[in-house]
């Protein structure tokens, strides 16, 4: 029996769409998708349909209201038990590759790269702590940081590092083709994370690993309406992203070569691959935004804070020195209107000394004023991100090279047992 397994968690893949390509050649790799694929539920309501909060429950077994963490970056406050503390407690060695929303309470990992948007320590190692803090900067990156020479010399040392010969043409492609087509940043960012996760996995020999990637889930959020999809309910502008392309269809030459890593025929790892979530078209035009700097936005309303952590998507918190001064901006940001009296800000949430909310203006900005008494232009304060194209489904996939599971149908809460079998006495010993 194979003695090691990979948990490769695809972000949200909708693997209905992926079917539409599978005529391609290229694409052999997704094979899989003829074989033992199980749908997966997730039992929730829209709003927790988020995958920061339906990972941790895979992680820890528990349902969103059990486990409470709604936020990105939520899972610092807690101290579960997740299926990494169990399988290391079983004396077994484990090792994650940016896992989503999870606190690195683990005694000795093999290794230990936190997810970019967690403020959670990686392992000891040095690669690590650089590889963890370049990830972050990159992946939160937009026009609105400034430019910080020192990670891009950290990512050309990653690189230099871990990449792999085999890749560099892919590499040199998505990144010399990525100024006009943003979404192959995130392509070359998960092809290099799979190039670390690949040496780290030889090199350390956990028994247990974990490798989450995000990319595809970004694409389809973005470009949905450029793919196969069936009953597209929108078309993306000329403007936006020429109708010849197909993001999706590049994302999947990627990750194709991703899974090869994990399922070939001569590849003596065990394999899970899991989506956690899906994503389904959505049903109307509706344009991301975020502030290009917060400091300078704020600074019309008087609101003075400490810091402002930036999480996924146009989330962010912004933490102040005291509860008055937190209380007081609260109200501001609550009034914070267009000319027409829709809310720039949402899903307010006041802890303490911070308040959680997101840009949630979402019509297109040409020339819309602020409900204030300065002239202030929104279009001068945020940065163009995107259309969305892609919604949440509660529906999601489970593949593994395992008899592991019986169901048709699984509970993703189920998902933390189902792993934790494979490592049981009975059957590891064999």
């Given at each position: 029996m194979?003695?090691?397994l990979?948990?490769?968690?695809?972000?949200?893949?909708?693997?209905?769409?992926i079917?539409?390509?599978?005529?391609?050649?290229?694409?052999?790799?997704?094979?899989?998708?003829?074989?033992?694929?199980k749908?997966t539920?997730a039992?929730?309501?829209?709003?927790?349909?988020?995958?920061?909060?339906?990972?941790?429950s895979i992680?820890?077994g528990?349902?969103?209201?059990?486990?409470?963490m709604?936020r990105l970056?939520?899972?610092?406050?807690?101290?579960?038990q997740?299926?990494?503390?169990?399988?290391?407690?079983?004396?077994?060695?484990?090792g994650a590759?940016?896992?989503?929303?999870?606190?690195?309470?683990l005694?000795k990992?093999?290794y230990?790269?936190?997810?970019p948007?967690?403020e959670t320590?990686?392992?000891?190692?040095f690669w690590?702590?650089i590889?963890?803090?370049?990830?972050?900067?990159?992946?939160?990156?937009?026009?609105?940081?400034?430019l910080?020479?020192?990670?891009?010399?950290?990512?050309?040392?990653?690189?230099?590092?871990f990449?792999?010969?085999?890749?560099?043409f892919?590499?040199?492609?998505?990144?010399?083709?990525?100024?006009n087509?943003?979404?192959?940043?995130?392509?070359?960012?998960?092809?290099?994370?799979?190039?670390?996760?690949?040496?780290?996995?030889?090199?350390?020999k956990?028994s247990?690993?974990?490798?989450?990637?995000?990319?595809?889930?970004?694409?389809?959020?973005?470009?949905?309406?450029?793919?196969?999809?069936?009953?597209?309910?929108?078309?993306?502008?000329y403007?936006?992203?020429?109708?010849?392309?197909d993001?999706?269809?590049?994302?999947?030459?990627v990750?194709?070569?991703?899974?090869?890593?994990?399922?070939?025929d001569?590849?003596?790892?065990?394999?899970v691959i899991?989506?956690?979530?899906?994503?389904?078209p959505?049903?109307?035009t509706k344009?991301?935004?975020?502030?290009?700097?917060?400091?300078?936005f704020?600074?019309n309303?008087?609101i003075?804070?400490?810091s402002?952590q930036?999480?996924?998507?146009?989330?962010?918190?912004?933490?102040?020195?005291?509860?008055?001064?937190?209380e007081?901006?609260?109200?501001?940001?609550s009034n914070?209107?267009?000319?027409n009296?829709r809310?720039?800000?949402g899903?307010?949430?006041?802890?303490?000394?911070?308040?959680?909310?997101?840009?949630i203006?979402d019509?297109e900005?040409?020339?819309?004023?602020?409900?204030?008494?300065?002239?202030?232009?929104?279009k001068?304060y945020?940065?163009?991100?995107?259309?969305?194209?892609?919604?949440?489904?509660s529906?999601?996939?489970?593949?593994?090279?395992?008899?592991?599971i019986?169901?048709?149908?699984?509970?993703?809460?189920?998902?933390?047992?189902?792993?934790?079998?494979?490592f049981s006495?009975e059957?590891?010993?064999?």
């Amino acid at each position: 029996m194979k003695n090691q397994l990979v948990l490769l968690s695809l972000n949200e893949i909708n693997f209905e769409l992926i079917k539409e390509y599978l005529e391609d050649s290229n694409l052999n790799n997704f094979k899989f998708l003829s074989g033992k694929i199980k749908l997966t539920e997730a039992n929730e309501k829209y709003s927790h349909l988020e995958p920061w909060i339906q990972w941790p429950s895979i992680y820890t077994g528990k349902s969103a209201d059990q486990h409470k963490m709604f936020r990105l970056g939520d899972a610092v406050k807690f101290d579960y038990q997740t299926i990494f503390n169990d399988i290391e407690n079983l004396g077994i060695k484990v090792g994650a590759i940016s896992p989503m929303n999870l606190k690195n309470n683990l005694k000795k990992p093999c290794y230990f790269i936190p997810d970019p948007w967690t403020e959670t320590p990686s392992d000891d190692n040095f690669w690590s702590k650089i590889i963890s803090k370049t990830l972050s900067y990159f992946v939160k990156e937009n026009s609105n940081l400034n430019l910080n020479l020192k990670y891009y010399f950290f990512l050309i040392l990653i690189f230099i590092k871990f990449s792999r010969l085999k890749n560099y043409f892919i590499y040199f492609k998505l990144f010399f083709t990525s100024f006009n087509c943003k979404w192959r940043k995130a392509l070359f960012l998960d092809l290099l994370i799979n190039d670390i996760h690949v040496k780290y996995f030889k090199l350390k020999k956990p028994s247990f690993s974990n490798i989450f990637l995000n990319g595809f889930a970004h694409i389809q959020h973005h470009y949905m309406f450029n793919s196969k999809i069936k009953n597209k309910k929108q078309i993306n502008p000329y403007w936006y992203v020429n109708s010849k392309l197909d993001p999706i269809k590049e994302a999947l030459y990627v990750y194709n070569n991703i899974l090869g890593d994990y399922l070939d025929d001569n590849n003596k790892v065990s394999v899970v691959i899991a989506t956690g979530l899906s994503q389904v078209p959505y049903d109307r035009t509706k344009f991301y935004y975020r502030l290009k700097s917060h400091k300078s936005f704020f600074k019309n309303f008087n609101i003075k804070f400490h810091s402002i952590q930036e999480l996924m998507s146009r989330d962010f918190i912004i933490n102040f020195i005291d509860k008055i001064e937190a209380e007081n901006a609260y109200k501001v940001i609550s009034n914070i209107k267009d000319e027409n009296n829709r809310n720039i800000f949402g899903d307010l949430e006041l802890n303490e000394k911070s308040i959680f909310t997101s840009f949630i203006y979402d019509e297109e900005i040409k020339d819309q004023k602020l409900n204030s008494d300065k002239e202030i232009s929104l279009k001068d304060y945020v940065n163009f991100v995107a259309i969305k194209n892609g919604m949440h489904s509660s529906k999601g996939y489970i593949y593994s090279d395992l008899p592991l599971i019986n169901t048709n149908e699984v509970n993703i809460n189920e998902i933390k047992k189902i792993i934790y079998n494979f490592f049981s006495k009975e059957n590891f010993a064999k």
